[in-house]
Structure formats: structure tokens, C-alpha cells
């Protein structure tokens, strides 16, 4: 959600600071500010809206710093405002920014309130600063500050403090919400996300959970959760500043949607030997886990849930392995039973989705023997707090609407059945089928997305409406629900996914000349089923949009239009289904004049619960 960015360097940071804010925009936000320190005093602007209203008004009235925190706020609590914006500053000498939740933050603020604190926001991270500068008077210096304050606070946070007193200090703290340092030559920086600052460094150091460092110009010092001195990894990046650039397309969306294809190649490489797929593509221990495990449990939230409710059916149906799947935030709440050697599966496009992350650690205090991330940011918490690991390898993805993210998570589920598979039910033919279905699935990627003009021309029927339904049938009813959230979230039409045979319990009430009802119609053992509800939609005078198999020949009907879709596997028909409503989702809100990768109200990297 939030974004933070922050710095220490023998230059201007304010440049560095703006420019990781924009390459932050994507994570959603509602404002944005930062703070320097020149000649011991912190300086600070803040605005309400864009990263560039923020910029403007720094042209307008100029500053400079050679350290700096900057932040842009997704609100939580207090309405989006120029007062609630980051950074937050006690008594003209503490700043700081936070991503997160404090959970006390009303009896620390009341006992702040009687020792004369002014408070000038609504938020919970004011309680922080003051804090920290409370415990500023009585310590040797910040980091001692920070350390007392800490252990006070309930929740999550990631932090980036300074103090007026010490210009050469930047102290920064996480638990619960991520933060990577970037190591220049002779300075550091600091983001919640790698991307904000490729253009700096290409060398990171990740902080662990509990962890606190202090960063001067010449040194770094980190220490765990139990104050002792760390040292941890410095990695390389693999990814280019250019790679989070739209480059010739519009949007960024639409540029991950045609990023498909590769996606998938990349997903698949290296994890095969003689068309084989191999157990240790999950971890060294891959094997010997898989061998013990008799069902398994997904957890996840929003388009990663989506995906975990495909391989359900794979799972059962292929391996004929019990699963089970729980939307993650749901799932510590409602005391849940799990089996002896169950595989608990998380999927997270960030690996930093609170939710997610709570469910995984409850389901560790339940028992969990084994779990396994399919995630798509090898140094994320999620990753990092499981037995295995298959990253989808999707490259950064920049818009909120999940597109190549959610294919690869697909294809990165159906390794996992194959793996799993054939211990249990699955037959070395199947197997051997489906692994050459996935290595065509790139080039039959290609052919859907010559379908973008068609479907250009079809959103045009969307421009006026308000509502619309989406129908499916076994695999292909989570590719509806996906396609009904990529419909609302980005053009803000009410959309709503049934199981076709629901229809006639309820949702056959909404259905007329003006409710659009978006179909998948693949050609497996459901279709003439599927034939049969869609024919119940076009007696009521309902508005049909079918994505066909174009080996099929539907009757004629002036109420229905069909798109065909390439002949694809069955098992295999989800990945590909999945394109044609990503690119309807994407023309509809463009005609609609929304902001396509950045829609109200919602955040790419949902880091509280």
C-alpha cells in the first residue's frame, strides 16, 4: 500500500527521493510528502493527491538535503489530507515516515495527550514521533530512542526516522511490512520496493523481520530482534530501471497483458530436464516433503485466491489429491482444523500481502508441517517464512488489475499438481501431455492477443452500463470470478461471477436487455450444460457475450456474439481463457476514462490486514 522512500548521500537527495515516489505510484496512494534536514532543521512538504503536486510545489518553493525521508499514504487512519500526509514531525526535531498499523495507538496517544503532545493529524503514526522524541531526551541518541519506542508499538510497521540533532543519521525499523536498503558507493537508500530505486543501485540488502539499522554515510550497522549485530546479504538485482517503464504502450496494464507469453516461457525454463519437470524446482527438500504429504491447503487473497480455486479443481481432479482453499483472511479467525501432513500453500504476487502472511504463520501454530510460497519477489517475507518456494518469475508488475501475475501463478499451480500428481493418481502419459500443453501455451498466448481490435470494438458495448454478469462452469467459474474483479476494478462496473447452473437460483431475476453476461464456453464434458444456461439468458432477452473454442458452431442468435477463442487443452484452457477478459476489463475502462493502473480506493501491495 504506502510507499516509503528515504536516503542518505553526499548530494541532493530530494531528486532521488521524487523520482523513487513515482516508481512507488503503483502500490496506490492518497498523498504524498517528504522531509530533509539543511542546516539542522527538518523541512517539509506535503500535498494531496499525485507524486506530481508534490514536485510542482517543490519547483515553487526549492530545498535540498542530503538526507531525507519521503512517503506516499494510502489512508487508514484519517481521511486522505494534506495534514494526515507523511512525514509526521514532534517538536520540529523527529520526522518520520510508516508504513503499517499501530494497533495501541489510542492509549499511547492518551498518555502523549497528558503529557502536552499537540497532535495535528488524525493518524496512528503521529503516536510514533512523538514517541520517539519523548524517549530522545532521556537517551545517548536516536537508534537508543528508536530501540525504547519500539517494544510500545502493537502492530506493523516499517519506519524511517531522523533527527534534527544528528543530520547524519538515518535510522529505519520493520516488522510486518517490508524494506530493502540500497547500497551506492558512499551512500545508502532505502524503499519498500526494489523498484523505486533501480535507478541508484543495482545492490540490496533486505531486512529480516524485528530488524533495526542505523545508516550513516560511512557505515551500516544492523541488529535482529534480540539486539544483537547482523549482517545480512547483499544482493544483486537482476531487474533494469527500464523494467518498470510502459515503454510504447498506454498503460501499464495493458503492457503485462502482452508481457504474458514471455511471462509463462520464463515461468517454465530451467525447471525441466528431458521435458521432465524436476521436484528440486521447489527446493532442495522438495522431494522428500512431497512424499509425505496426503492433502493440501491454499490460502490466499483476492486474484491469487482466484488462481488457488483452478488448481483446486487440478488438484482433485488430475492427482486426485484432497484440497482445500481458504480466502487467507478468513482463515485464522474461523479456527481451523488442519490435517496431519497437509502441504499448506500460500500465493502472493508480492509475498508481502498481510493477510496472507497472518494466515501462514497461523497455520504454522496449528501444526503445518509443510509449506510452500508461489510468489513473484524472491526476497519477500512470504518466500522467506516457507519451507518451499516456485517464484512465477512474472517480472515486476506494475499495475493494481493483476494480469501476468495471475497466469503465471496458474501455470506455476499445475507444476505443482504434476509434482504432486504423480505420487498420487497422476499417469506418466497425463503428465507428459499436460507439460507439452504448457510449453505451447506461450504461442497460443499470441494468438488471443490478435484478438485485442475484436475485442476494442466489443467494449464499446459497455460505455453506459452499470452491471454486468459473468458465467462459468467447473475450472473456467474462477476465470469468471477473476474476469468480474478485473471488470470492477478498473472501470467501476458492478460485476458479479456465478457457476452457470446457478443461474436458475437467484441471478436469472437481474437478466435483461440491458445486463450484459459474459461467458467462457470451452469445448470440455461441461458445454452442452453450459449451452443450456446460456440458452436460459437468451429466452429472458439477456445480452450474451460468449468466448467460444472456435471448433465450435453455435446457432445463430441475434442475442448472443461470440468471440472465438484458440483450441487449447482442456486442462490447460484457464491460462488461456483468462486473456480475452483481462483485455475486455482493460478497453472498457479506458473508454470509461478511468485511471486504469492506478484505480480509486485500491493498492497493488495490500500490507495491512
Known sequence: MCGIVAGIAQRNVIPILLEGLKRLEYRGYDSAGLAVIYEHTIMRQRV???????????????????????????????????????????????????????????????????????????????????????????????????????????????????????????????????????????EYFVASDVTALLPVTQRFIFLEEGDVAEIKIDSLIIYDDKNNVVSRDTKESQLKADAVEKGEYRHFMLKEIYEQPFAITQTLEGRFIAQRLQDSAFGFDAARIFDQIKSIQILACGTSYHAGLVARYWFEELARVPCSIEVASEFRYRHPVLAADTLVVTISQSGETADTLAALKEAKRLGAKYTLAICNVPESSLVRESDLVLLTRAGPEI?????????????????????????????????????????????????????????????????????????????????????????????????????AGELKHGPLALIDAEMPVITVAPNNSLLEKLKSNMQEVSARGGQLIVFMDETLSPTPDDNVQIIKVPKVDNHISPMLYTLPLQLLSYHVAVLKGTDVDQPRNLAKSVTVE
Open 399 to 499: 499495475g493494481v488489475a493483476s494480469t501476468k501475475a495471475f497466469t503465471t501463478q496458474l501455470v506455476s499451480l499445475m507444476l505443482l499438481v504434476l509434482a504432486i500428481g504423480r505420487r498420487f493418481e497422476l499417469n506418466q502419459v497425463l503428465e507428459q501431455h499436460i507439460t507439452d500443453e504448457l510449453f505451447k501455451l506461450p504461442r497460443k498466448m499470441e494468438s488471443v492477443l490478435q484478438l485485442d481490435k475484436e475485442i476494442e470494438i466489443l467494449a464499446e458495448r459497455f460505455t453506459e452500463k452499470h452491471h454486468a454478469l459473468f458465467l462459468g462452469r467447473g475450472s473456467h467459474y474462477p476465470i469468471a470470478m477473476e474476469g468480474a474483479l478485473k471488470l470492477k476494478e478498473i472501470s467501476y462496473i458492478h460485476a458479479e461471477a456465478y457457476p
Open 48 to 186: 494531496l493527491g499525485k507524486v506530481k503536486g508534490l514536485d510542482d510545489s517543490l519547483k515553487a518553493d526549492p530545498m535540498s538535503g542530503h538526507i531525507g525521508i519521503a512517503h506516499t499514504r494510502w489512508a487508514t487512519h484519517g481521511k486522505p489530507s494534506t495534514a494526515n500526509a507523511h512525514p509526521h514531525i514532534s517538536c520540529n526535531n523527529v520526522a518520520v515516515v510508516h508504513n503499517g498499523i499501530i494497533e495501541n495507538y489510542e492509549q499511547l496517544k492518551a498518555t502523549q495527550l497528558k503529557n502536552n503532545y499537540a497532535f495535528t493529524s488524525e493518524t496512528d503514526t503521529e503516536v510514533i514521533v512523538h514517541e520517539v522524541f519523548h524517549a530522545r531526551q532521556t537517551s545517548d541518541n536516536l537508534l537508543q530512542a528508536v530501540k525504547e519506542t519500539l517494544p510500545k508499538l502493537e502492530g506493523a510497521y516499517a519506519l524511517a526516522i531522523m533527527c534534527a540533532d544528528e543530520p547524519d543519521t538515518l535510522i529505519i525499523a520493520r516488522k510486518g511490512s517490508p524494506l530493502v536498503i540500497g547500497v551506492g558507493i558512499g
